[in-house]
């Protein structure tokens, strides 16, 4: 099952969080903007995983620390029901282990709640785009842990997964550099489409959730050279 999301459509969002007052006041910001829609509510891990699976959202809002279920455990399960749904951690929590595990897990992007609720919207947008998004705090240490796999890696460069064609490893290079599909057409002069369908091919023969994982597998693999 997956969203019925078109550009141009509005974008249907769950917010799921155990704060009343901090679901309320998203879902005011998010209710000021035109091509927003909060289609739903959650108030612990297990409702956001029920909700997303019935509403098929376009983008679930997720706490890190929720009840009966944490939000990286219904991530991964959001994710499992709905493969189509984009998933954004907004935390409180500044550990690298919870960034690391969201991406593990499977999330699009992950935002601190310290960032300036105006802001929020635009990331959604992005996420929609096709765009990984990470809080600015938390950037560092995701390039961190990459040059850190990329040290790791003893083995001489070799070439790619033979299951990669030579395009599918090119759109894979910049993708792992942050570029948006936009770019990726224009730099590699084909269509946003045939990127799109380039994305997903990737995703499927890897077996991985999103950009964000593409692009730790590129470091881990030296696709991506950080040296």
């Not at 769950?14 to 903007?33: F, K, N, P, Q, S």
């Not at 376009?58 to 709905?82: F, H, N, Q, T």
């Not at 395009?167 to 942050?178: F, K, Q, S």
Request: proline share 4%; hydrophobic share 45%.
């Amino acid at each position: 099952m997956t969203s019925a999301y078109e550009p141009g459509d509005p974008v249907r969002v769950l917010i799921a969080d155990d704060h009343h007052l901090w679901r309320r006041g998203l879902e005011m910001v998010l209710g000021t903007e035109d091509d927003m829609e909060v289609v739903g509510e959650a108030s612990d891990g297990l409702e956001a995983v029920t909700k997303a699976a019935a509403l098929l959202p376009d983008v679930v809002l997720l706490d890190v620390r929720m009840p009966r279920r944490s939000g990286i455990e219904a991530c991964r399960e959001i994710k499992a029901a709905a493969p189509a749904t984009k998933i954004v951690l907004l935390t409180s929590s500044d550990e690298e282990s919870d960034l690391f595990d969201a991406v593990r897990a499977g999330a699009n992007g992950y935002l601190l709640k310290d960032i300036p609720t105006e802001e929020i919207a635009d990331g959604l947008r992005a996420v929609m785009g096709g765009q990984s998004l990470i809080s600015p705090a938390m950037a560092g240490a995701l390039l961190t842990e990459f040059a850190s796999l990329s040290r790791r890696a003893e083995q001489p460069r070799q070439a790619p997964a033979p299951k990669l064609t030579e395009r599918e490893v090119e759109v894979l290079r910049l993708v792992a550099r942050g570029k948006g599909n936009r770019e990726i057409a224009s730099e590699l002069f084909i269509s946003e489409n045939t990127v799109k369908n380039h994305v997903r091919n990737i995703l499927e023969k890897l077996q991985l959730h999103s950009r964000t994982e593409a692009a730790l597998y590129a470091v881990k693999e030296r696709i991506l050279d950080l040296s």
